[in-house]
């Protein structure tokens, strides 16, 4: 008998290893539920008698081989703690607990999650001291524990995460010094102290960090010389309200007397090194958090308080005032959804109605942390007054983003590129749209040139083009979020290289009435009209038209360009050489014109009429010469007009053709595609 158990047990283990290791990492998740939610509000479909790698457990991904790897319950309203359970789940990469009301400790067994690459703590309420053993996890990237009210000293332990890039402690009770070690870690390049309860000075060593470009030190007791060396960082220092401080060749620092300079020969607390730190404002969403009470500043050094409480007390009974009221609005917005009556990170909304939703597991973007300062249409400059109205209108309220894309959850998740990632919505009057969301170093430096192009993507209005809805910039988030209408029959590459069983055929007529549609969308982008000046596409493809339900085709991305870098847009022209879409004249001119996205769409009618993602030789010379079984998709079965083929297949050949001189406008291409199902010939 005991050795049929134990064959049996075999045979499991053999058909479904996963039933094996999974149960102790079950367990772990029954752990963390009951500690996370223990009233089992949110995380009822965390069940014993599930598999969390089926799908079934909200906000669980997996890896490929089984393991939980992923927990994203940003914005949940959950209100427990954080259970050491957490490092039972030992495979865990990312770890997305931010925008909930947890409390307590962080417990110091998370330092077991060897392989975590993401730590999102942030807005929560959380206490007790940063545990040291966080200095082990050695392949941490991220680590978020702002908007909490976390005491004690910065561990020194920090200084041995060498893949961390994003260091994020603003906003909680943290006391000390700054340790010099944080200068060792050669990834850092955002690191923000801003308004907790730091003194003493800065480390020299910190500015040597190679790859550093947002330092926040602003609102703490911080003292002595500042580093010219930090220079470096321009907008990216944020120092100010730290009276302590001085300084040569920074706007808002006095000059050093020698009493500043006394300490710069002592040895700092956390190593060696003198002062200076940096910030870009990351970020601005919580405004300006409370100042330290009398009982929360206890822990300082009463020699240092001594020589600082009489410059710094009227400053800090008006902080005092503005704090309670900003960060408790903003503690209201992010941990509950707020009423669209409240201006969220800058981005106005036309939407008075509010109504709470069921949130779902999201995953939070890469990069959540930018500069504050980054909102062009914050104070509407460089715009006339009708500038004005027509951008307000088109305005939304990041809380409107958030909850449409259930905190940009990856079940909402269409599409992920280099410079942005797009996601399907609801907004509050229950249309479904997709949100582009963009980060800001993508987007051009210059405030002016920005609105320019988005005055020009909000202009664009025509029956095949993809029509914008709104945006929202958010300060906080560094980001821009375009709304345009959801197209719901994805896009031109799911009808290409088609097998039999994945998706519809395209009948004869519904093709040539997309390549009708596409035409007429480039056409109303290259014609010039007085408030409409002619735009070049620059990356048309099939993966930019997009299907509706009628089969009507719409392009996607028109005049996106004119907001991204130069950089951007050239790392996108890979794809699009790759696919065959690049006119040949852009190697030697580098500019894109009308006649090249001319030559795109020439490219496009072949893989339309060959029903094919590749145009290779044999499609382009059958279409040469005639011979239509070369060019023309066998899933037809010969249901097509040769006559159409045969002019669809020399407009294509005229718009590819080498020389952009003899390539024809898109207008004369839609003139002649009007005729298409009435003569025999061009």
Same mark, same amino acid.
């Given at each position: 008998?005991?050795?049929?158990?134990?064959?049996?047990?075999?045979?499991?283990?053999?058909?479904?290893?996963?039933?094996?290791?999974?149960?102790?990492?079950?367990?772990?998740?029954?752990?963390?539920?009951?500690?996370?939610?223990?009233?089992?509000?949110?995380?009822?479909?965390?069940?014993?008698?599930?598999?969390?790698?089926?799908?079934?457990?909200?906000?669980?991904?997996?890896?490929?081989?089984?393991?939980?790897?992923?927990?994203?319950?940003?914005?949940?309203?959950?209100?427990?703690?954080?259970?050491?359970?957490?490092?039972?789940?030992?495979?865990?990469?990312?770890?997305?607990?931010?925008?909930?009301?947890?409390?307590?400790?962080?417990?110091?067994?998370?330092?077991?999650?060897?392989?975590?690459?993401?730590?999102?703590?942030?807005?929560?309420?959380?206490?007790?001291?940063?545990?040291?053993?966080?200095?082990?996890?050695?392949?941490?990237?991220?680590?978020?524990?702002?908007?909490?009210?976390?005491?004690?000293?910065?561990?020194?332990?920090?200084?041995?995460?060498?893949? @961390? +890039?994003?260091?994020? !402690?603003?906003?909680?009770?943290? *006391?000390?010094?700054?340790? %010099?070690? /944080?200068?060792? =870690?050669?990834?850092?390049?955002?690191?923000? @102290? +801003?308004?907790?309860? !730091?003194?003493?000075?800065?480390? *020299?060593?910190?500015?040597? %960090?190679? /790859?550093?470009? =947002?330092?926040?030190?602003?609102?703490?007791? @911080? +003292?002595?010389?500042?580093?010219?060396?930090?220079?470096?960082?321009?907008?990216?220092?944020?120092?100010?309200?730290?009276?302590?401080?001085?300084?040569?060749?920074?706007?808002?620092?006095?000059?050093?007397?020698?009493?500043?300079?006394?300490?710069?020969?002592?040895?700092?607390?956390?190593?060696?090194?003198?002062?200076?730190?940096?910030?870009?404002?990351?970020?601005?969403?919580?405004?300006?958090?409370?100042?330290?009470?009398?009982?929360?500043?206890?822990?300082?050094?009463?020699?240092?308080?001594?020589?600082?409480?009489?410059?710094?007390?009227?400053?800090?009974?008006?902080?005092?005032?503005?704090?309670?009221?900003?960060?408790?609005?903003?503690?209201?917005?992010?941990?509950?959804?707020?009423?669209?009556?409240?201006?969220?990170?800058?981005?106005?909304?036309?939407?008075?109605?509010?109504?709470?939703?069921?949130?779902?597991?999201?995953?939070?973007?890469?990069?959540?942390?930018?500069?504050?300062?980054?909102?062009?249409?914050?104070?509407?400059?460089?715009?006339?007054?009708?500038?004005?109205?027509?951008?307000?209108?088109?305005?939304?309220?990041?809380?409107?983003?958030?909850?449409?894309?259930?905190?940009?959850?990856?079940?909402?998740?269409?599409?992920?590129?280099?410079?942005?990632?797009?996601?399907?919505?609801?907004?509050?009057?229950?249309?479904?749209?997709?949100?582009?969301?963009?980060?800001?170093?993508?987007?051009?430096?210059?405030?002016?040139?920005?609105?320019?192009?988005?005055?020009?993507?909000?202009?664009?209005?025509?029956?095949?083009?993809?029509?914008?809805?709104?945006?929202?910039?958010?300060?906080?988030?560094?980001?821009?979020?375009?709304?345009?209408?959801?197209?719901?029959?994805?896009?031109?590459?799911?009808?290409?290289?088609?097998?039999?069983?994945?998706?519809?055929?395209?009948?004869?007529?519904?093709?040539?009435?997309?390549?009708?549609?596409?035409?007429?969308?480039?056409?109303?982008?290259?014609?010039?009209?007085?408030?409409?000046?002619?735009?070049?596409?620059?990356?048309?493809?099939?993966?930019?038209?997009?299907?509706?339900?009628?089969?009507?085709?719409?392009?996607?991305?028109?005049?996106?360009?004119?907001?991204?870098?130069?950089?951007?847009?050239?790392?996108?022209?890979?794809?699009?050489?790759?696919?065959?879409?690049?006119?040949?004249?852009?190697?030697?001119?580098?500019?894109?014109?009308?006649?090249?996205?001319?030559?795109?769409?020439?490219?496009?009618?072949?893989?339309?009429?060959?029903?094919?993602?590749?145009?290779?030789?044999?499609?382009?010379?059958?279409?040469?010469?005639?011979?239509?079984?070369?060019?023309?998709?066998?899933?037809?079965?010969?249901?097509?007009?040769?006559?159409?083929?045969?002019?669809?297949?020399?407009?294509?050949?005229?718009?590819?053709?080498?020389?952009?001189?003899?390539?024809?406008?898109?207008?004369?291409?839609?003139?002649?595609?009007?005729?298409?199902?009435?003569?025999?010939?061009?």
């Amino acid at each position: 008998m005991g050795f049929t158990v134990f064959l049996f047990t075999i045979l499991i283990f053999i058909t479904n290893p996963r039933w094996v290791y999974g149960n102790a990492e079950l367990g772990a998740l029954m752990d963390i539920k009951a500690s996370l939610d223990p009233e089992n509000l949110y995380l009822s479909s965390w069940a014993i008698n599930r598999d969390p790698c089926d799908g079934s457990f909200e906000g669980i991904a997996c890896n490929e081989l089984g393991h939980v790897a992923n927990i994203s319950l940003q914005g949940k309203g959950l209100s427990g703690k954080l259970s050491p359970a957490i490092a039972g789940l030992k495979y865990l990469t990312g770890l997305y607990l931010h925008y909930n009301s947890l409390y307590g400790d962080i417990p110091k067994e998370i330092s077991n999650l060897s392989d975590l690459n993401d730590l999102y703590l942030n807005v929560n309420n959380l206490s007790g001291e940063i545990p040291p053993e966080i200095g082990s996890m050695a392949n941490l990237q991220v680590l978020q524990l702002c908007y909490n009210q976390l005491t004690g000293s910065i561990p020194t332990q920090l200084g041995s995460l060498k893949k @961390l +890039s994003v260091l994020a !402690l603003q906003s909680n009770l943290l *006391t000390g010094a700054i340790p %010099a070690s /944080l200068g060792d =870690v050669e990834m850092l390049m955002r690191l923000d @102290l +801003s308004f907790n309860h !730091l003194f003493g000075s800065i480390p *020299t060593k910190l500015a040597d %960090a190679p /790859l550093l470009e =947002v330092l926040d030190i602003r609102n703490n007791s @911080l +003292s002595g010389s500042v580093p010219i060396a930090l220079k470096k960082l321009n907008e990216g220092f944020g120092y100010e309200n730290n009276l302590g401080l001085c300084g040569v060749g920074f706007e808002a620092l006095k000059p050093c007397n020698s009493s500043d300079h006394v300490n710069r020969n002592r040895p700092e607390p956390y190593g060696t090194g003198s002062t200076g730190m940096s910030t870009r404002d990351i970020p601005e969403t919580a405004n300006v958090k409370l100042p330290c009470s009398q009982t929360g500043c206890s822990t300082v050094s009463k020699s240092h308080q001594a020589s600082v409480v009489v410059g710094t007390i009227s400053v800090s009974l008006a902080l005092l005032a503005i704090g309670i009221l900003s960060f408790t609005q903003y503690r209201r917005r992010k941990q509950k959804l707020a009423t669209s009556f409240d201006i969220a990170d800058g981005c106005l909304s036309t939407d008075h109605q509010a109504k709470r939703i069921n949130r779902k597991n999201g995953s939070p973007l890469i990069s959540l942390e930018y500069t504050s300062g980054w909102d062009p249409l914050a104070d509407g400059r460089n715009l006339s007054a009708f500038a004005q109205e027509v951008f307000h209108s088109f305005r939304f309220n990041l809380d409107e983003v958030e909850t449409a894309t259930h905190y940009f959850s990856e079940v909402n998740l269409l599409g992920k590129s280099n410079f942005s990632a797009t996601y399907k919505g609801i907004l509050r009057d229950g249309s479904v749209v997709a949100i582009k969301g963009i980060g800001k170093t993508c987007c051009k430096s210059e405030d002016a040139e920005f609105l320019k192009g988005l005055n020009m993507l909000t202009s664009l209005r025509h029956e095949n083009l993809v029509r914008l809805r709104g945006f929202c910039c958010s300060r906080g988030r560094g980001e821009c979020f375009l709304i345009y209408d959801f197209v719901p029959n994805g896009n031109l590459l799911k009808y290409l290289d088609v097998k039999d069983g994945d998706v519809e055929v395209l009948e004869w007529s519904t093709r040539v009435s997309i390549i009708k549609g596409i035409a007429k969308g480039v056409a109303f982008l290259h014609s010039y009209k007085p408030n409409k000046p002619a735009l070049v596409h620059q990356n048309i493809s099939a993966e930019k038209v997009l299907i509706d339900q009628r089969f009507n085709p719409l392009l996607s991305d028109s005049g996106l360009h004119k907001l991204l870098t130069n950089d951007v847009v050239f790392s996108a022209l890979k794809a699009t050489a790759a696919m065959g879409y690049l006119a040949p004249e852009y190697t030697t001119t580098g500019r894109f014109t009308e006649k090249s996205d001319v030559y795109a769409f020439g490219v496009l009618v072949l893989q339309i009429l060959a029903g094919k993602r590749k145009v290779t030789s044999s499609i382009r010379l059958g279409a040469e010469s005639g011979r239509f079984q070369d060019f023309i998709d066998p899933n037809l079965h010969g249901r097509f007009f040769e006559y159409e083929a045969a002019k669809l297949a020399k407009i294509a050949l005229l718009c590819t053709d080498e020389s952009p001189i003899e390539r024809p406008s898109i207008e004369s291409v839609v003139q002649e595609l009007s005729t298409c199902s009435s003569c025999l010939s061009l």
